[in-house]
Every structure is written in structure tokens, then in C-alpha cells.
């Protein structure tokens, strides 16, 4: 196995931040990360080509806020398991 660059361990750690960056707007700033989707999927004229869909399983708040979290923790665990191993394999 070839050693990986440091550009593409900068971009990876980048795309890591930003989803760790989305976990804790849904963590921690919960109501205003719900509002902003909420609101991304309410206005007109919508880009979003499965808004119904999405817009359906918004609506019931409490249900998803759970599932948003439970997914959320897998994917921190994966992203850091995913982020310790491209530094371990570019540090080799």
C-alpha cells in the first residue's frame, strides 16, 4: 500500500471538519440547526429535488432530532476512526 499525500490527507481532514463542524450545530445549537433546515426546505423556489420527501420527515420534529443524533454518533465515530487511520497510514 502507497503512502497517501499530504494534500489528500489536508482535504480529508477539511471534509472532517465540516461534518464535525454539522454535529455540533446538532448537538449543541439544536433549535437554530433545525429552523435553518426546516427553512432550506420551505422556500420557494426550492433546488431540492426530493423536498417532499425530506420535508415529510422534518416535520415531526422530535423524531428527527433523534434520528439526526443517533446517526450523527455513528458517523463522528467512523469519521475519527476514518481520520486516525489516513494520518497513521501518511505518518508510515
Partial sequence: MTQPSLGFVIIFL???LLFL???????FKTEE??????????????VYPFRAFFLKRVENKRSWILWQ???SLLGIIA???A???????YLK
Fill in 21 to 27: 463542524s454539522n454535529s455540533y450545530k446538532l448537538w
Fill in 69 to 71: 443524533k443517533v446517526f
Fill in 33 to 46: 440547526y433545525y429552523q435553518s433546515i426546516y427553512n432550506s426546505l420551505t422556500r420557494e423556489p426550492s
Fill in 79 to 81: 469519521v475519527l476512526a
Fill in 14 to 16: 477539511l471534509f472532517s
Fill in 83 to 89: 481520520d486516525v487511520l489516513v494520518v497513521m497510514a
